[in-house]
């Protein structure tokens, strides 16, 4: 049995994640789930399995973040993903900077001072236009996992001009490049680059800082993470579980 | 103008529609005085001459609704200079107002489709669907409003009016007085003066026709003078909000702003701003704020979500946020020392070329530094209006600089002012919660 000092819990639009930690603010388990369509019999679910792995589950403080995070009754406080993205971001860079998380259904590029508190924050706007579900979007289209969507990206030096963000629109756009004969290597990058570049946008528009910090699943990918780097001519880092700074950082909120 | 209508008028508005709305007014002031305890956990109890504002505009709505066939009505977009009108004894009717009031009542996505349904796009300003599809449904939430007999348009706040004030002259079949001022990048120029003054003045023998009297410049000098003593008082009244803690909030405001833009130049204007303003000096006397625990302030710019007032003002309440100004509010305030009932349609023509809106963003982005250092806020939320493009525009580096240049932390929300098809809660109040958690409530 582990023991924990705290529990975070992140109810994201495309995956749930759940991380423990203990007193001293180490990781010490998770685990990521997709997102059901009933997510509070999912996370009692999650809890409950949580019991047999985990000392006293029901003792420790669990702070929930996410666009569900209304829905986790069992949370003792619900704090936004700005907040808990920057606590776990902090912990681990141990500075500040300017902390990008693309998230499923929103981007969000998140100033962050020495000590780690948030000064400034942009967030996209309403539509899913520069989010990771844009990426997801094109990844089906093309019959490609998202992994295979970041090493086709970076097969070729050339790409195609793509001149929609919009999700719905380049899903269009693809079908007729694919049509007029354009390799997909190039479609993928120019896909990237489009994205990214409203990325970089937004991140400017929050009075970008270096280092740039990369959180949540897009984090993983190394054509992101080199294509942004590209955008804002400067070094991109990223974290070993990028996709989990939300719930860390939600799960450090409760041993404070 | 006919015997009966006058009739119908006399009785419905001064005798029945008075003693009625009086009633109300009596009995809504015994139950808040009555009213043990205030329960509302965040708010302080509303204000006492809450009951008098409703009855207020009520009876405006009353006069409308039996103005026809004993006075002759006017249609007017809310900058549009009105005491000749009032000078005239012509009632004014505006659709923006309607349009506010159809918002809080939740009716006006119904009026915007109908209008969507005769062909207007979507991407048209929300009060004019909601004006234009209440007008083709002959639906209203304040019982009938009048025909008008002429339409004042004034283009010191959008073109978005000239086009639909267009379409009400084809569809009403009546006269339309355009009064056309300048955009102003700097200080207004003379020649934009006079052309403006050329304007009214050429407009005066129009309405004189239409209203069957003559101008009385000594009831144009009055009328002016109650103008300026309405805007003086507004003035103070949005100034209490300095206060430590505010005993207002820009949502008392939104809905106490109805006299100032369809009543001015009345007395029972001025008076029901000077007994609002004396109430809000002896609550900032005894302390009292309109939340009961002020931990923040912040300053709204832009127009209000009319559909989400009360939810937006919960929401912030619940953490002790006060919203202490806004722009929008400030509008109706900040020319009040240019109003000259000596020249007054000189003066008229400078306030009416100086609205906000017919200024530059960076006129706008002084006045919001300006009252961000005189209410003291901690914040701001720059509300992105989908339907007002002319007071929406230039907000994302106006964000920016108020972050960097004035040091204080604001959010952008996109919604729309009328139309909730533009407005996702969970998005909103995701972003607020985030602000709020950033300013450390
Ligand atoms: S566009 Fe803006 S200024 Fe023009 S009518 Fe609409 S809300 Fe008013």
Redesign the pocket.
Known sequence: MIEAGALGLDAGSTTVKLVAVDEAGTMVWHRVEETEPDLTSQVEELLESTRKLLHRVDELPLIATGYGRGLVKQAGRKVTEITCHARGAYQWSGGGGTLIDIGGQDTKAMIMDRSGAVTNFVMNDKCAAGTGRFLEVCARRLRLSLDELSSTALSTETEVSISSTCTVFAESEIISLIAGGHPVPEIVRGLHRALLGRVGSLARGAGLRPPVMLSGGVAQSRAVRMLLAEELQCEVKSFSEPQLTGAYGAALLGLA | MSAAGRLRYLFGVHIAGRAALRFERLRSEHKMRSRESWRHRHLERPLDVSPRLKELISRHYLTGRYANGARKVAWV??GAPIEVLTALNIFPIYP?NHGAVCGIRRTAEEYCKHAEAAGYSRDL????RTDIGSILSGKTPVGRLPRPDVLICCTN??Q??LY?YQVLAHHFGVPLVIIDTPFLYREAPSHAVAFVKNQIEDSIPVLERIAGRSLSHGRLRDVTRMSRDACELWLRIVESGRMKPSPITAFDQFIHLAPIVEMRGHRYTVDYYASMLRELNTRVGRGMGALKDERKRLLWDN?PIWFRVRWLGDLLAERGVSLVASTYTNAWAELADMIDPERPLDSCASVYLHPI?NRGTGHKLETMKRMIDYYEVDGVLLHS?R?????SIGQLPQRESLSSEAGVPALLIEAD?NDPRSFSEEQVRNRLDAFLEVLGV
């Open positions: 977009t809310s923006e300003c929300s009060y004019a706040i959008c978005t009016v639909w127009l809106l209006d339907s007002c493009k002319p007071y002012h």
